[in-house]
């Protein structure tokens, strides 16, 4: 005769296996941050800089698409609008502290973010996407046509200075740890809206709106918000972008900036949080090694045949595919 099943005993089970997830989540971001740490010292700080902060794009991107189902054409504008806004200011306000300017442009790209979602939100799928592209093409016309961004020429000289007026930015290793800060705070950031109770109802809406509908949830107001936040977070990374590089042009505006941003999520494994991490470095990485040989010309062919080629082959991306094997091998 089969013993009845004590609830207090799954439940136990239950914790105890959360608990063996976390020690290896935090084992694996223990190890990532030792390496994080001592790169800047086996590799050159700027390049790691330029990983960092398309990384920090990526993950923001992935809190819309990989999280709650938003597929966004139009992110591009966002990293533009941040790297412009701090660029201007600080180039034109001597007496304003670099976090200060990158601040402002976040809170530009932030605004920016809520004017899109009012104006999109209630579209779906392909149409969505659609009006997201429209609406970062007309930011795109407006940073060619205005006088502050230098048009195509872009912003150059762009003035690191110091932060909290102490840390003088323009040493790339103070500029590589304050970068590594703000990227590991804001992916915290991002872990910690996907477990919260806020980001379970964000994957309820990706899985099946209308039952988020039926169960009672303003389900365009949670996804306004993960789209502000995103914006946000997007923002944060041109602003960030551009102290480092002290550069702004229209490249970060280009809709084939948006295309790549979804590259990196994809090739990473979207809806992962390591994902977005994984396939930025993959992407600069691969870009950089093509651009210094004989196939610098087949840059755009060959990374467009590694989307076809995660679509079609690996639709988890490096880290979700690395996820399925372990749960599948090593339980």
Known sequence: MNQPVNPADIHKAIVEQQKIQDRKKLMVNGVLLLLLLAAPFVMYPVFLMKILCFALFAVAFNLLFGFTGLLSFGHAAFLATGGYTTGYLLSNFSGLTTEMGIIAGTAMATLLGLAFALLSIRRQGIYFAMVTLALAQLVFFFFVQSEFTGGEDGMHGIPRGELFGLINLEDNLNMYYFVLVVFIACYLLVQRIVGSPYGQILKAIKQNEPRAVSLGYNVDRYKILAFVISAALAGLAGSMKSVVFQLASLNDAHWHMSGEVILMTLVGGMGTLL???????????????????????????ILGGTFVLTVLAFRSGIVGEIQKFIKKNLG
């Open 275 to 301: 994902g977005p991490v994984v396939g930025a470095t993959f992407v600069v990485n691969i870009e950089y090694l093509l651009s210094q040989g004989p196939l610098r010309d087949w840059v755009d062919p």
